[in-house]
């Protein structure tokens, strides 16, 4: 699975964005999906992760009631809506792909996109 994700970019403090990881391959619809961010100088971290079917998310406390993940299984597509942002979610967001689902570790997940880079403005 290769994963090619899009979206960033810079946004006041208080707006909105959506990222996307478009999946090459017919096997997408097989695996788990996560998305974790990277701030400079700190280690990268889980932002929260989506179910096969997508009937079942889960989030880091950080980001719960302001981010949502939803898939497109048609579409090989996982996207994130990050609403009232805030600088301290600027990092560089990737989105991986793994066999279970609801792991936070690095080691769980098998494939990952080329990260894209969010910046929020105070």
């Known amino acids: 699975v290769q994963l090619q994700a899009s979206g960033g970019g810079l946004v006041q403090a208080g707006g909105s964005l959506r990222l996307s990881c478009a999946a090459s391959?017919?096997?997408?619809?097989?695996?788990?999906m996560a998305w974790f961010r990277q701030a400079p100088g700190k280690e990268r971290e889980f932002v929260g992760s989506?179910?096969?079917?997508?009937?079942?998310?889960y989030y880091a406390n950080s980001v719960k009631g302001r981010f949502t993940i939803s898939r497109d299984n048609a579409k090989n597509t996982v996207y994130l809506q990050m609403n009232s942002l805030k600088p301290e979610d600027t990092a560089v967001y990737y989105c991986?792909?793994?066999?279970?689902?609801?792991?936070?570790?690095?080691?769980?997940?098998?494939?990952w996109g080329q990260g894209i880079q969010v910046t929020v403005s105070s």
């Open positions: 991986a792909a793994g066999t279970y689902y609801g792991h936070r570790s690095n080691n769980a997940y098998d494939y």
């Open positions: 391959g017919r096997t997408f619809s097989t695996y788990a």
């Open positions: 989506i179910s096969v079917t997508g009937g079942s998310t």
